[in-house]
């Protein structure tokens, strides 16, 4: 199965584990992914073009699930304005064994930060700022592909 979800409301991780780890796999791996206060940054600001988020998101999670033979994929990412802290996004993965849950949950984490299309903005006490992705974000997701 695989879910993929974009909002802007807070992302409940018991929720979405609750529902990984009902299918029955023998292994679940997670990531959660939070807001970093880095170089003063008060908000984290996501803005996406609705459909074509989601699609790219899915494609990512096909991919993953077909590599990996996964029994579920849930990725929610979170949209809008964010504080330090908040969970930006959620990847779980499951699967009969612990290396193929591990290591498609890595491959999507890396994956989405440099191929989801989502458009960040930092806010800080002297501005906004664009985000681009860096180019250890692009090494990492390059091992993947």
Known sequence: MIRVVVQRDPIDIASA?????ADGAGAVASFTGLVRADDGVSVLDLEHYPG??????????EGAA??????????????GPMAPG???VFVGTAARHRVAALEACAS?????????????????ADGSRWVE???DDED??????
Do not use: C, G, Q
């Open 66 to 79: 077909t590599r990996w033979d996964l029994l579920n994929v849930t990725i929610v990412h979170r949209v």
């Open 52 to 61: 074509m988020t989601e699609a790219a998101l899915t494609a990512l999670a």
């Open 140 to 145: 990492a997701a390059a091992r993947w592909r």
């Open 133 to 135: 992705a860096r180019h």
């Open 108 to 124: 999507l984490i890396d994956r989405l930060k440099t191929e989801a299309p989502f458009w960040k903005r930092e806010v800080t």
């Open 86 to 88: 908040e969970r930006v």
């Open 17 to 21: 584990l609750a529902e990984i780890e």
